[in-house]
């Protein structure tokens, strides 16, 4: 089956040092990835839509300067959060699907925690 | 941009009753996935559809074909472990973003 293996699960990291988040997909390939960002008691935003081949595309809100994101094949993409400070806390998610028209399949999460 | 409403975003049943949750598309939708989340954060796939609907178990869902401007899930014979928060996520046509809906938390009492 596919599926999406994410880690680290959780992390912690000081204010304004940098954390990377990975994800690897399984049994599919991941021609697109996005990335999520729960914030606490709030839904998922979309951070970056991220296509093999294509330029990343980052929603409002959200820059490669600070969350760059790579997408080197169709098994892998990684994301930084660069200067990390407490409103970038929260649950990130990958969620990768083959062609655009088909099922997401999502990553259990990244949970990051800054202090 | 993009909209998905989601509704309830609070809903308490009693064990055994019957409900259902929908969202709203502010524009024409490919396809919708519905979700629930563990306590953990992890997201469970429950469906995926491009049209139609879709039945597992105690669960089902449709997707408005014709206009593709909304979705359901229905739940029936709610259980105390059916607790939790369903968000919906849909995907434009045009654009293939998948957007959130805002997310229901559903709570079983006894």
């Known amino acids: 089956g596919a599926l999406v293996y994410q880690y680290p699960r959780r992390t912690i990291c000081k204010s304004g040092t940098s954390m990377r988040m990975e994800c690897q997909a399984v049994g599919f390939q991941a021609t697109s990835v996005a990335w999520y960002r729960q914030s606490p008691q709030k839904t998922f935003e979309l951070i970056a839509l991220?296509?093999?081949?294509?330029?990343?595309?980052?929603e409002q809100n959200f820059t490669q300067e600070k969350f760059p994101i790579s997408h080197p094949n169709l098994s892998f993409s990684s994301m930084t959060v660069l200067n990390a400070y407490l409103e970038d806390r929260g649950l990130y998610l990958c969620g990768a699907r083959e062609q655009l028209n088909t099922e997401v399949f999502f990553g259990k999460g990244t949970r990051l925690t800054v202090v | 941009g993009d909209q998905v409403e989601q509704s309830p975003s609070a809903l308490s049943l009693h064990e055994g009753t019957d409900s259902a949750l929908r969202c709203n598309f502010t524009?024409?939708?490919?396809?919708v996935q519905w979700f629930r989340q563990n306590s953990r954060g992890s997201l469970i796939s429950l469906f995926y559809?491009?049209?139609?609907t879709k039945e597992n178990g105690r669960l089902k869902s449709a997707f408005d074909s014709k206009e593709r401007r909304y979705s359901t899930l229905h739940i029936r014979d709610a259980q105390l472990e059916d607790s939790g928060t369903y968000f919906c996520a849909a995907a434009n046509t045009g654009n293939y973003k998948y957007v959130f809906g805002a997310g229901t938390r559903l709570k079983v009492i006894a």
């Open positions: 559809l491009a049209s139609g």
């Open positions: 991220s296509t093999v081949n294509s330029a990343i595309k980052y």
């Open positions: 524009t024409t939708m490919r396809s």
